[in-house]
C-alpha cells in the first residue's frame, strides 16, 4: 500500500507541475494534494510544519496566480480599467482553451484601457504589463510545485 501511495503522490506531482502550465488545472494545489498522499504512506514523514507553510505556500500563490497579471498592467501604466481587464481575462480565458490563459489577460487588459480611454502604445504597453505578469505567476507556481516534488524525493531517500 505504500508504495501504491507514492506512485499515487508522485503522480499528482507531475501532474501539478503540468498544471502550472495549462489552463484549468490548479497546478500548485495538486502538488500538494501529492505530498498530502505521500504522507499517509510510512516512507515519507513531513513533519506538521512543513504540511503547514506549504498549505500557506499554496493558498498565497493560487490568489496571486489571479492578482500577479493585473500588478503587472499597473506596473506598465495601466490603469485600474486595465487591471480589471486583465482579472476578467484570466478568467475568460480559462475557457478559450490553452492559448486563452496567454492571451485573455493581454487582450483584458487592452480592451479594459481602451474602454478607459487610453490609446496608442499605452494600451499595448498595459497589455504587455498582464502578460508578463502571467508569466511571472506562472513561474513562481512551477518553482513551488517542483520544490515540493523535491521534498518528497528528498523525503523518500
Not at 500538494?32 to 498522499?37: A, E, R
Not at 501604466?77 to 482579472?87: A, F, H, Q
Amino acid at each position: 500500500m505504500d508504495i501504491a501511495l507514492l506512485v499515487i503522490a508522485g503522480v499528482l506531482m507531475i501532474i501539478g507541475i503540468i498544471g502550472c502550465i495549462v489552463p484549468g488545472l490548479p497546478g500548485v494545489p495538486i502538488s500538494y494534494i501529492g505530498m498530502l498522499v505521500a504522507q499517509g504512506s510510512s516512507y515519507v514523514d513531513f513533519p506538521w510544519w512543513t504540511l503547514t507553510i506549504w498549505a500557506i505556500v499554496t493558498i498565497v500563490v493560487s490568489i496571486l496566480d489571479y492578482v500577479v497579471p493585473a500588478w503587472g498592467t499597473k506596473r506598465y501604466g495601466g490603469t485600474k480599467y486595465g487591471m480589471w481587464g486583465s482579472t476578467i481575462g484570466v478568467f475568460v480565458g480559462l475557457f478559450i482553451g490553452p492559448w486563452g490563459i496567454f492571451i485573455g489577460p493581454f487582450v483584458g487588459a487592452i480592451i479594459g484601457e481602451l474602454i478607459g480611454g487610453k490609446e496608442g502604445i499605452e494600451v499595448l504597453k498595459a497589455g504587455w504589463g498582464s502578460f508578463l505578469g502571467l508569466m511571472c505567476g506562472m513561474l513562481l507556481k512551477i518553482i513551488c510545485s517542483v520544490w515540493m516534488l523535491v521534498l518528497l524525493i528528498i523525503a523518500i531517500f
